[in-house]
């Protein structure tokens, strides 16, 4: 058992206390009180610097002995049971009742974890940003307009907020590609982390790849197609836990809980945002490649708008609840974002924003279901029979919340997608995925060393 001697310790501790009541109430036991005092208070002393059996300083044994010794003389003195099983089951309420609190202050702190912004990636947005408006040259700097127009162009799209995570996402992917100089990467930001990201790539480039960097807030009219004001504030790509019962799996095992990553607001406006461009591959932040994606620009996608993987655990029958109002095959599959082929042309014929607008217009009256997970049903239906699968070998999902991932499954996929809660920049990332994502990292930035940021 792991740390044995701490868990024997606090044993003794508990049936100390359990018997000090009763023993103190006898006569002629003071001396004997007062040295099951003392053990008590010497036990909960070495516990409060004590978490490991490590920790535990040299002298414990003789503690531990000690204390034993006076239990058995403890339990030999004639004392009422009834005292000392009302004085166990106090403890064990008192003992019951921290549990229950120290359980709820974990999974809020782990929520509030995994939902916060770290220290030190703050920190370095505050110093790009700071360091932006301190030089002059960056400001001078001209794209290359053809460039980012050209359809002959590997163009791929991030929306993120987030300066490390995109920047591990382009150079995982440039450093993968056999043409660097084909690639053109727009991101898409806020006006919060706008010049953040825009001092960024101005400092670091990758290899002969191309990454324009856009304020998605400044598209005053960002579609003919939308009139919902919250379009115009940056919405990345939306996850959602689900649980479901997995019959492939022994009893025990059977309930699983997954992430559904689907398209934010933000992805609906592509065809406005990139007006000159037919096919885009949209990458979410916390995806890295390891592979070439270049024959994504030959596939054929049959005529479907979006290409994507499949997450068939999941049928848009079991999210009856929200989509109740719409008809849809309940028996579809659902499909992930995370590495996506876009068909823009095919999108604008299909007037697909207008479509989503009009569902998403239909829910919000909807006062019962909150709104967040109102654009999940949403987000999947908007592409009802227009979806081409994706071989699932593009995509390894999952790093980010399931511990049981073959490095087999890792290695032969051509992307890695970190959805769910425990992303690998976090200090709560799964350490064993870590590794991947950390070889793309920028190593040696300035800013990076003196946030702290390894």
Same mark, same amino acid.
């Given at each position: 058992?792991?740390?044995?001697?701490?868990?024997?310790?606090?044993?003794?501790?508990?049936?100390?206390?359990?018997?000090?009541?009763?023993?103190?109430?006898?006569?002629?036991?003071?001396?004997?009180?007062?040295?099951?005092?003392?053990?008590?208070?010497?036990?909960?002393?070495?516990?409060?610097?004590?978490?490991?059996?490590?920790?535990?300083?040299?002298?414990?044994?003789?503690?531990?002995?000690?204390?034993?010794?006076?239990?058995?003389?403890?339990?030999?003195?004639?004392?009422?049971?009834?005292?000392?099983?009302?004085?166990?089951?106090?403890?064990?309420?008192?003992?019951?009742?921290?549990?229950?609190?120290?359980?709820?202050?974990?999974?809020?702190?782990?929520?509030?974890?995994?939902?916060?912004?770290?220290?030190?990636?703050?920190?370095?947005?505050?110093?790009?940003?700071?360091?932006?408006?301190?030089?002059?040259?960056?400001?001078?700097?001209?794209?290359?307009?053809?460039?980012?127009?050209?359809?002959?162009?590997?163009?791929?799209?991030?929306?993120?907020?987030?300066?490390?995570?995109?920047?591990?996402?382009?150079?995982?992917?440039?450093?993968?590609?056999?043409?660097?100089?084909?690639?053109?990467?727009?991101?898409?930001?806020?006006?919060?982390?706008?010049?953040?990201?825009?001092?960024?790539?101005?400092?670091?480039?990758?290899?002969?790849?191309?990454?324009?960097?856009?304020?998605?807030?400044?598209?005053?009219?960002?579609?003919?197609?939308?009139?919902?004001?919250?379009?115009?504030?940056?919405?990345?790509?939306?996850?959602?836990?689900?649980?479901?019962?997995?019959?492939?799996?022994?009893?025990?095992?059977?309930?699983?809980?997954?992430?559904?990553?689907?398209?934010?607001?933000?992805? +609906?406006? @592509?065809?406005? $945002?990139?007006? !000159? &461009?037919?096919?885009?591959?949209? =990458?979410?932040?916390? *995806?890295?490649?390891?592979?070439?994606?270049?024959?994504?620009?030959?596939?054929?996608?049959?005529?479907?708008?979006?290409?994507?993987?499949?997450?068939?655990?999941?049928?848009?029958?079991?999210?009856?609840?929200?989509?109740?109002?719409?008809?849809?095959?309940?028996?579809?599959?659902?499909?992930?974002?995370?590495?996506?082929?876009?068909?823009?042309?095919?999108?604008?014929?299909?007037?697909?924003?207008?479509?989503?607008?009009?569902?998403?217009?239909?829910?919000?009256?909807?006062?019962?279901?909150? +709104?967040? @997970?109102?654009? $999940?049903?949403? !987000? &999947?239906?908007?592409?009802?029979? =227009?979806?081409?699968? *994706?071989?699932?070998?593009?995509?390894?999902?999952?790093?980010?919340?399931?511990?049981?991932?073959?490095?087999?499954?890792?290695?032969?996929?051509?992307?890695?997608?970190?959805?769910?809660?425990?992303?690998?920049?976090?200090?709560?990332?799964?350490?064993?995925?870590?590794?991947?994502?950390?070889?793309?990292?920028?190593?040696?930035?300035?800013?990076?060393?003196?946030?702290?940021?390894?």
């Amino acid at each position: 058992m792991k740390d044995f001697i701490v868990k024997r310790l606090k044993d003794q501790l508990f049936v100390a206390r359990a018997h000090y009541p009763s023993i103190a109430k006898l006569k002629n036991q003071e001396a004997f009180t007062r040295e099951l005092k003392q053990n008590i208070q010497d036990i909960e002393r070495m516990l409060s610097d004590t978490i490991a059996d490590a920790d535990l300083p040299p002298f414990f044994a003789k503690k531990l002995e000690k204390m034993e010794r006076t239990i058995e003389r403890a339990k030999s003195c004639e004392v009422s049971c009834t005292n000392v099983e009302r004085k166990l089951r106090q403890l064990l309420d008192i003992t019951e009742d921290e549990a229950y609190f120290h359980t709820r202050q974990s999974a809020f702190l782990y929520h509030l974890g995994v939902q916060t912004m770290p220290k030190t990636h703050h920190c370095l947005n505050m110093r790009l940003t700071v360091e932006y408006f301190k030089s002059t040259s960056i400001r001078t700097v001209q794209s290359n307009k053809q460039k980012l127009e050209d359809p002959t162009f590997h163009h791929y799209v991030i929306f993120s907020k987030n300066v490390l995570a995109v920047s591990t996402t382009i150079n995982s992917t440039v450093m993968n590609s056999k043409d660097s100089g084909s690639i053109v990467f727009h991101l898409f930001t806020d006006s919060q982390n706008f010049y953040a990201m825009k001092h960024w790539f101005y400092r670091n480039t990758y290899l002969e790849a191309t990454v324009h960097v856009t304020n998605i807030e400044d598209h005053q009219k960002l579609s003919k197609d939308v009139d919902s004001h919250d379009m115009k504030l940056l919405w990345p790509a939306e996850e959602f836990r689900v649980t479901f019962r997995n019959h492939s799996q022994s009893f025990q095992k059977q309930m699983k809980t997954d992430y559904i990553s689907t398209f934010g607001h933000s992805h +609906f406006l @592509l065809p406005d $945002l990139l007006p !000159s &461009l037919n096919r885009v591959v949209v =990458l979410d932040d916390d *995806l890295i490649v390891q592979r070439d994606l270049s024959s994504l620009w030959n596939l054929n996608m049959e005529g479907k708008v979006m290409g994507a993987i499949q997450f068939c655990e999941v049928r848009l029958g079991q999210l009856k609840a929200y989509t109740e109002e719409h008809n849809f095959d309940t028996n579809s599959c659902v499909w992930l974002s995370g590495l996506n082929v876009v068909e823009l042309e095919k999108w604008r014929e299909l007037h697909i924003t207008s479509r989503y607008d009009q569902l998403l217009q239909k829910v919000q009256n909807d006062s019962v279901t909150a +709104f967040p @997970l109102k654009v $999940l049903p949403v !987000s &999947l239906l908007v592409f009802q029979d =227009l979806m081409y699968p *994706l071989e699932d070998s593009w995509v390894q999902s999952g790093l980010a919340h399931d511990y049981g991932i073959s490095q087999t499954d890792i290695r032969k996929s051509a992307a890695l997608h970190y959805n769910g809660v425990m992303k690998p920049w976090l200090d709560l990332g799964i350490h064993d995925y870590k590794g991947y994502w950390k070889k793309y990292m920028t190593n040696g930035e300035r800013f990076m060393i003196d946030c702290n940021i390894h």
